[in-house]
């Protein structure tokens, strides 16, 4: 039977294994997306841009915060479309290219979220794969610019607000404090304002009850 000091050992090495072999297959996964696209910035940037993410939501599924992952992802895609929509045709909103719809630059924003989140979660112990998951998500940024799809404000946007998403809603982050606790005193507000109503409501059958007895009393006085 092995020893609780021999079963701590095998456990703490398998996690030092784990955690040299995540990098490495980041690391390899991103040069087999770049070396299985066509030789193009562009296309290097849209693949780029899927690969991130995906590789991030393998990393936090196998963490146990997959739904958590995709909560703020849900928060990044709403934020780009729906800001796209409301600015609708200023120039701010037009890409180099003409067409409409340009801020913020959603692949930018979806690879710099992709790669943030594989810097906090899975890339703690390896500077070497941190620096290639950055250099991805600027490369993305920069692709977009070359082939005239995003200005410089637009990229910079998307970037933002990609950091944003994964650092201001994780679990223990100040904006998710803020949020629980604008919650709470939301609900202790409506509970304080609905006691009245409730008081009231109450109230309500005994008075009617009162009257109904009322009438039989004044239908008998009046004959």
């Known amino acids: 039977m092995i020893n609780q000091p021999l079963r701590s050992f095998s456990l703490s090495s398998?996690?030092?294994l784990r955690a040299k072999r995540v990098p490495l297959l980041v690391m390899g996964i991103l040069a087999l997306v770049i070396?299985?696209?066509p030789p193009s910035p562009r296309r290097y940037g849209d693949h780029l841009q899927i690969?991130?993410?995906v590789l991030a939501l393998g990393c936090e599924i196998a963490n146990g915060n997959g739904l958590e992952y995709l909560g703020r992802y849900a928060v990044l895609f709403a934020g780009i479309h729906g800001t796209k929509r409301t600015l609708g045709d200023i120039p701010l909103n037009t890409r180099p290219n003409g067409k409409p719809y340009g801020f913020p630059s959603g692949h930018t924003a979806t690879a710099t979220f992709g790669a943030a989140s594989l810097v906090n979660s899975c890339l703690l112990s390896s500077p070497v794969a941190k620096g290639a998951v950055i250099l991805a998500a600027a490369f993305t940024g920069a692709s977009r610019i070359q082939s005239h799809n995003h200005d410089i404000w637009q990229v910079l946007a998307g970037a933002i607000w990609g950091i944003a998403c994964n650092g201001l809603f994780r679990r223990e982050?100040?904006?998710r404090r803020l949020l629980r606790r604008?919650?709470?005193a939301a609900g202790r507000a409506a509970r304080r304002g609905m006691r009245p109503v409730l008081a009231?409501?109450?109230g309500l059958p005994?008075?009617?009850f009162a009257l109904r007895r009322a009438k039989p009393l004044r239908a008998r006085?009046?004959?």
């Open 14 to 16: 398998g996690r030092r």
């Open 35 to 37: 070396a299985l696209s």
């Open 51 to 53: 690969a991130l993410p």
């Open 173 to 175: 982050s100040f904006m």
């Open 182 to 184: 604008g919650a709470k």
């Open 200 to 202: 009231a409501g109450a």
């Open 206 to 208: 005994a008075q009617v």
């Open 221 to 223: 006085k009046g004959v």
